[in-house]
Nanobody, 119 residues
Framework: QVQLVESGGGLVQPGGSLRLSCAASGSFASIGVMRWYRQAPGKQRELVAGISSGGNTNYADSVKGRFTISRDNAKNTVVLQMSSLKPEDAAVYYC?????????????WGQGTQVTVSS
């Protein structure tokens, strides 16, 4: 099993920056893709950014140029650096990963961390 623990959410003013971190722990052979999703009230959960174990990244169009995803494979962590934040970025942000557990690839989610963008 894999446990994902996010941290770094909070309140930030428009135009500000915030750094989200997610650490994977537990019993697994390897971690594959790691992603950040977000869900705002009344909206569907959406992909924000993803990064493969090899470092390939992808971003939602709405965050390109403002957010940066990175990971440390040795520590099984993923970071989402968010800058130039807008009110529409406010949401609960969820960490996600694929992991090889007992010869099967399984999906795991964190509990979410709240990001509020408001003046």
């Amino acid at each position: 099993q894999v446990q994902l623990v996010e941290s770094g959410g909070g309140l930030v003013q428009p135009g500000g920056s915030l750094r989200l971190s997610c650490a994977a722990s537990g019993s697994f052979a390897s971690i594959g893709v790691m992603r950040w999703y977000r869900q705002a009230p009344g909206k569907q959960r959406e992909l924000v950014a993803g990064i493969s174990s090899g470092g390939n990244t992808n971003y939602a169009d709405s965050v390109k140029g403002r957010f940066t995803i990175s990971r440390d494979n040795a520590k099984n962590t993923v970071v989402l650096q968010m800058s130039s934040l807008k009110p529409e970025d406010a949401a609960v942000y969820y960490c996600y990963c694929d992991a090889l557990v007992r010869a099967y690839v399984r999906n795991y989610w964190g509990q979410g961390t709240q990001v509020t963008v408001s003046s």
